[in-house]
C-alpha cells in the first residue's frame, strides 16, 4: 500500500509497467506500449469478425487530420499487409479560412500521410463550384453532402473497391439517438462496420466502430502521431454527443456494448430495398430527379450571381 502523501502509480495489467490511462471500460488499466497493441487487436478483430475489409482490395481512407481519421489510417496502414489490402488517403479540401482551419487540416494531412508513407490524394471543393460560404447556417448540412458525393465519387473514378471513415461508437450511437428521435429509421442500414455498394456506390468501411473518440487520441498520442487538435469553426454544438459521454460516463461500456447490439440487431433486418435513379444533371445515384449535391451547387451559383449583381449596383 502507499504511503500516506504518497502517489500511487497505477501499473499496466499486462506488464506492471506505470500505466498512461485506466480504460473504464475494460477495467484495464495500460502502459504506452501495451494500449498500443491492446487498440490494434480491438480494431484487427472487428475487421475479422465482420469482414471489414477484404483481400486483394484498394482502401481509399478518408482523412481531415483530425484524430479519429488520423488514428484510422495509421492503424490501417499497420493492418494492411496481414489482411492484405493496399491503402491511400483523400483529402477534401474544404476552403474555410476562419481560424485557418483548412490550410491546418491539409498540412496535418500531409504531415501523417508523409510519415505514414501512404500516398496522398486532394480534392479542393472549390474546383466544384462550391464555397461553403454561401450556406449561411447550413454549412454544415452541406458540407457533409459535398464530402459524401466527392469521396465516392472520387473512389469510384480512380479504381478504389471501398471509402474508409473515422466514425467512432460515439458517432454512432449519437447518429442512433438524433435519427430515432426524429423517425427517421433509414440511415441506420447505412452505418454498419461495412456497406456494400451497389450501381455507382462505392462500398464504405468503418474500422473504428467499436472504438471511441478517446481511445483513437491516447493511440496517436502513445505513437506520437500529428493530428489537428482545432474543431471545425462551423461545427454546431453537438447535445446528442454530450448525452452519449454522460452516460458513458455513469455506465462505463455503454457505448460498445451498445454497438455491438446494434450490428447484431441491424445484420439480421438489413434489407435494402430503396429506389433509386440517376441524377438528370451529374448522373450520380439519388432518390430523387436531381441530386441533393447538384442542387446544392445550383444554389451556390445562384447565391454567386447575386453577391455579384448586388455588388455591382
Ligand atoms: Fe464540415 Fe466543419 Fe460541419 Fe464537419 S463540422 S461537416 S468539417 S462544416
Ligand atoms: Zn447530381
Not at 9 to 28: D, M, N, S, T, W
Request: aromatic share 10%.
Amino acid at each position: 500500500m502507499s504511503k500516506k502523501g504518497q502517489k500511487k502509480h497505477i501499473r499496466c495489467k499486462f506488464c506492471g509497467k506505470p500505466a498512461v490511462e485506466r480504460l473504464k471500460q475494460y477495467r484495464l488499466s495500460l502502459c504506452r506500449d501495451c494500449f498500443i497493441q491492446f487498440y490494434e487487436r480491438q480494431v484487427e478483430r472487428a475487421l475479422k469478425k465482420y469482414g471489414v475489409v477484404r483481400s486483394g482490395e484498394r482502401v481509399l481512407a478518408c482523412v481531415s487530420g483530425g484524430k479519429d481519421s488520423s488514428a484510422m489510417l495509421a492503424v490501417l496502414k499497420e493492418l494492411s499487409e496481414k489482411f492484405d489490402f493496399s491503402l491511400e488517403a483523400l483529402h477534401i479540401d474544404l476552403g474555410i479560412e476562419k481560424d485557418s482551419y483548412s490550410e491546418k487540416s491539409l498540412k496535418t494531412t500531409e504531415e501523417i500521410c508523409r510519415l505514414l508513407e501512404v500516398e496522398l490524394n486532394v480534392v479542393d471543393i472549390a474546383d466544384y463550384g462550391i464555397r461553403l460560404e454561401s450556406f449561411g447556417r447550413k454549412k454544415c448540412s452541406a458540407c457533409g453532402t459535398v464530402k459524401r458525393y466527392i469521396m465516392n465519387r472520387f473512389a469510384r473514378e480512380n479504381g478504389f473497391d471501398c471509402v474508409s471513415t473515422g466514425h467512432t461508437s460515439d458517432d454512432i450511437v449519437a447518429f442512433f439517438f438524433r435519427n430515432w428521435l426524429s423517425g427517421n429509421f433509414d440511415w441506420s442500414i447505412k452505418f454498419l462496420p461495412r456497406t456494400e455498394g451497389f450501381d455507382r456506390i462505392v462500398t464504405k468501411i468503418r474500422p473504428l466502430y467499436f472504438l471511441s473518440e478517446k481511445e483513437n487520441a491516447l493511440y496517436c498520442v502513445c505513437r506520437g502521431l500529428p493530428f489537428l487538435m482545432d474543431s471545425c469553426p462551423y461545427a454546431p454544438e453537438d447535445e446528442w454527443k454530450e448525452i452519449v459521454y454522460d452516460i458513458e460516463r455513469r455506465k462505463p461500456g455503454f457505448r460498445r456494448q451498445f454497438v455491438i447490439n446494434l450490428v447484431r440487431y441491424l445484420s439480421r433486418t438489413d434489407s435494402r430495398d430503396v429506389e433509386f435513379r440517376h441524377c438528370s444533371i451529374c448522373g450520380e445515384v439519388t432518390t430523387s430527379d436531381v441530386c441533393a449535391f447538384c442542387r446544392l451547387r445550383e444554389t451556390a451559383k445562384r447565391r454567386l450571381k447575386q453577391n455579384r449583381s448586388q455588388a455591382n449596383s
